[in-house]
C-alpha cells in the first residue's frame, strides 16, 4: 500500500488535508452498520489516512467526512447503493469500487447493470484502486 501512495504522490495526487480522528471512525462504521452496509476494511480506512477523499479526473474515492461532501462515504452509499453486503468505495465513469463483506474481497461492478466486472482479493485493495484511479 506504501508503494501504491507513493506513486500518487509522484503522478501529482496530494495527500488530503482533512484528517479524521478515531471518533470520526467510529461514527461512520456505525452509521454504516445502521444503514444496512459493511464495515469499511480496515487496509481502506489506512488508505483514508493518507487520502480521505480523493477525485481524478473521471474517477474519485470516497472518504470519511471530507471537505468535499460529494465524497462523503455514507451520502455517495445511501444514493448509489442497493445493496446491504457491499460498500461502495469509490468509482470512475463506468464502475463502482465496493468492497463485499461475503466474499471478503474487492469488486468492480458495472454502474449501468450491476455486473460484475473485475474482483480483486481482499490484500488487493491497491491494485482495484488502480483500476479506477487510471494514473
Do not use: W
Not at 479524521?20 to 452496509?37: A, H, M, T
Not at 471537505?67 to 460498500?87: A, C, G, P, R
Amino acid at each position: 500500500m506504501m508503494n501504491f501512495i507513493q506513486t500518487l504522490k509522484e503522478n501529482g495526487y496530494q495527500t488530503q488535508s482533512t484528517p479524521f480522528s478515531k471518533q470520526d471512525v467510529i461514527e461512520s462504521q456505525k452509521e454504516l452498520v445502521k444503514k444496512g452496509y459493511p464495515f469499511l476494511p480496515l487496509e481502506f480506512i489506512s488508505f483514508l489516512k493518507s487520502y480521505n477523499g480523493l477525485r481524478g479526473e473521471d474517477s474519485a474515492v470516497l472518504g470519511i467526512a471530507p471537505k468535499d461532501n460529494s465524497l462523503d462515504i455514507i451520502t455517495f452509499n445511501e444514493m448509489h447503493n442497493e445493496s446491504d453486503d457491499m460498500v461502495i468505495l469509490g468509482y470512475d465513469d463506468f464502475c463502482f469500487l465496493v468492497y463485499d463483506e461475503q466474499e471478503k474481497d474487492y469488486l468492480l461492478i458495472d454502474r449501468t447493470t450491476g455486473d460484475e466486472l473485475e474482483s480483486f482479493s481482499a490484500d488487493g485493495l491497491s491494485e482495484a484502486l488502480n483500476s479506477i484511479l487510471h494514473y
